[in-house]
């Protein structure tokens, strides 16, 4: 079946479209790096890497897998129509779905990649829990040691129900945090955590959850959190929520405690942010921004902080749907070389059956009001 082709979305006059255009039905939430050519004898390279081609619920299992397409790094911005490679299959499960995933490299310069391994989210008709007997989406892990060709040492992380992924860091003092949530039952609803590895993930360990105990529901509760290592050594923890704002926690231990969740100065509807460091020491952070607006999922903004989340500049659109299908969701910011930022996010065409991932570059200089 031919991919429906979304309508199209509004950009900002400095920002650019790099692709590549993904023919799936359903392509949703790539991963994005760059690989080392001094690694492989051949140039840098960008690489993304999506779920498809179909939504994963209620399909056979290892219907859904994890393919890539890449491009050399120096290519990205160079023309309107960017070269990327032909797509090919990396990793599928024939047991589950495997989806969203997210990559990492670790200060060893090793790959990791982050996803789910999808099986059902089942909540019977009356009931205030989904049954854990079948509602099950794992996390899962796995390394490659030649700049993605392959990928080794599989491994589920966390066993459970999880619904997405959002990124990973690694800490000055060495921790690897993979943040996420997870079911809870009696009343159901959603936690978030990190799975923490202190040997460069050869090992795991759940911490400490955040928990919201009056909130239930499928969507409810501490929702797919993004996690940045501050400058004075904390983990500084932003989690969705039904609230209209993102919760803020704290972690003096590298993720396995936390503060008492209190309101952050971002307003949001229920959808989730992504926030990094850039190599100007800089923070980004990208979201639904409702601090002017109760549109919900319309548009994307993004902003920086040039002294460590003190304060931030004035946000900036950066994406907008159009009046027939306006969500466009689920961001994350890489930077793949200084100052130049990739946007990935989720158009979302008729239901999530038809999310379909899109891909933007712009810069730091941008957000820095240097070329508005």
Not at 2 to 8: K, L, M, S, T, V
Not at 301 to 316: F, N, Y
């Amino acid at each position: 079946m031919a991919a429906q082709q979304p309508p199209d979305v509004w950009y900002h006059p400095a920002t650019e479209i790099v692709g590549p255009a993904l023919e799936h039905e359903f392509c949703s939430v790539a991963g994005i790096i760059r690989l080392d050519g001094s690694r492989t004898t051949t140039p840098d390279r960008v690489m993304i890497a999506y779920g498809a081609p179909v939504n994963p619920h209620r399909r056979p299992p290892g219907t859904v897998r994890i393919y890539a397409r890449s491009i050399a790094a120096d290519e990205l911005g160079a023309d309107s129509d960017p070269c990327w490679s032909e797509e090919r299959e990396i990793i599928c499960r024939p047991e589950c779905q495997a989806c969203d995933p997210v990559f990492f490299r670790d200060r060893n310069g090793l790959l990791h990649v982050f996803y789910m391994g999808f099986y059902a989210s089942v909540w019977p008709e009356g009931s205030d829990s989904p049954d854990m007997t079948r509602t099950r989406s794992d996390l899962w892990a796995a390394r490659s040691t030649n700049e993605g060709s392959t990928w080794e040492d599989h491994r589920i992380i966390f066993r459970g129900y999880s619904g997405a992924t959002n990124g990973a860091i690694q800490t000055s003092a060495g921790l690897l945090l993979v943040p996420f949530s997870y079911d809870v039952t009696k009343p159901g609803r959603l936690v978030s955590a990190c799975v923490i590895s202190c040997d460069d993930g050869e090992t795991w360990q759940l911490g400490q959850n955040i928990d919201l105990e009056n909130q239930q529901g499928d969507h409810a509760g501490a929702l797919e959190p993004a996690v940045i290592e501050l400058q004075d050594g904390r983990i500084w923890m932003l989690i969705r929520t039904t609230l209209g704002h993102f919760l803020e926690v704290f972690s003096e231990d590298g993720g396995f405690s936390w503060s008492q969740p209190q309101p952050s100065v971002f307003r949001s509807p229920s959808s989730p942010c992504h926030i990094t460091r850039l190599q100007s020491g800089n923070m980004a952070i990208i979201w639904n921004n409702t601090m002017d607006t109760t549109q919900g999922r319309t548009a994307l903004h993004m902003a920086i902080s040039e002294d460590d989340g003190r304060s931030w500049t004035e946000p900036l659109e950066v994406v907008r749907g159009p009046e027939q299908a306006p969500q466009v969701s689920y961001p994350h910011i890489y930077e793949y070389a200084r100052g130049e930022l990739l946007v990935r996010f989720n158009h979302v065409v008729g239901g999530w059956s038809g999310a379909h991932t899109k891909i933007i570059r712009l810069t730091e200089a941008t957000l820095l009001g240097g070329q508005c």
